[in-house]
């Protein structure tokens, strides 16, 4: 089976760094994803890692270990507007590369 | 490119009852998933398809639910005998199935069973 942890709650200031963490457990990892969902809103895609390192898409970065099985979202110069939920998820290639979800981080940024 | 959508937004129904989502993928994506979600919880994988062949089926998944896709366009999910556990949303997703894995999601069916 596939497993994901990510820290449930993360808070940080306007215009601050904050980084949410990844750990997964999955016997056919081909790749990791982020995603954001706002209250009420669907999940909508953020950036992807297949391979090792850093991947940097505006004020978001995502890294990548796959011998620590761990991954990162970066968010830097907080807005109110990233105050939301992130789901990291695995793709998975038992069964046909289906992607599984984490629990999810829900990020509250103060002014 | 008129993104995914579902219907219906939202179903309540009584317990014990059937009920039936649908959902219209991108035009273009050969792949479509469905999943459940509930509160402060994330996506949990249900199925999906690649074109019209279900690929995985999800082993927690019990018998009351079905899901096809015919002509590989549009998906149905079914709920036989729904169960207040079932309350959720039901949300839907495609993909081109090509370079990177990049899912576009539907706003979703909300589902209250009574």
């Known amino acids: 089976g596939q497993s994901l942890e990510q820290p449930s709650e993360v808070t940080a200031v306007e215009g601050a760094i904050v980084q949410i963490n990844c750990t997964y457990q999955?016997?056919?990892?081909?790749?990791l994803s982020w995603y954001q969902q706002h209250d009420g809103g669907a999940p909508t895609f953020l950036s992807y890692?297949?391979?090792?390192g850093l991947e940097e898409t505006g004020r978001f970065s995502s890294f990548l270990s796959r011998s620590d099985s761990y991954g990162y979202l970066l968010l830097q110069e907080l807005q109110m507007k990233d105050s939301a939920s992130y789901f990291c998820?695995?793709?998975?290639?038992?069964?046909?590369?289906?992607?599984?979800f984490g629990a999810g981080t829900r990020l509250f940024v103060k002014a | 490119d008129t993104g995914v959508s579902q219907d219906p937004r939202h179903k309540i129904t009584k317990r014990g009852q059937n009920v039936t989502f649908r959902c219209d993928p991108i035009?273009?994506?050969?792949?479509l998933y469905w999943y459940r979600q509930t509160l402060g919880q994330g996506p949990e994988f249900l199925t999906y398809?690649?074109?019209?062949?279900?690929?995985?089926k999800s082993r927690l998944l019990s018998d009351r639910f079905s899901a096809e896709r015919p002509k590989g366009s549009f998906s149905t999910l079914e709920i036989q005998r729904t169960e207040q556990g079932d309350s959720a949303m039901y949300l839907c997703?495609?993909?081109?199935?090509?370079?990177?894995?990049?899912?576009?999601f539907g706003s979703g069916t909300q589902l209250s069973v009574l």
């Open positions: 997703a495609s993909s081109s199935g090509q370079g990177v894995e990049k899912l576009f």
């Open positions: 999955t016997s056919g990892f081909y790749g």
């Open positions: 890692n297949g391979l090792d």
């Open positions: 998820a695995v793709r998975d290639s038992t069964g046909g590369f289906k992607t599984i």
């Open positions: 035009s273009e994506h050969n792949r």
């Open positions: 398809f690649q074109n019209e062949a279900q690929l995985e």
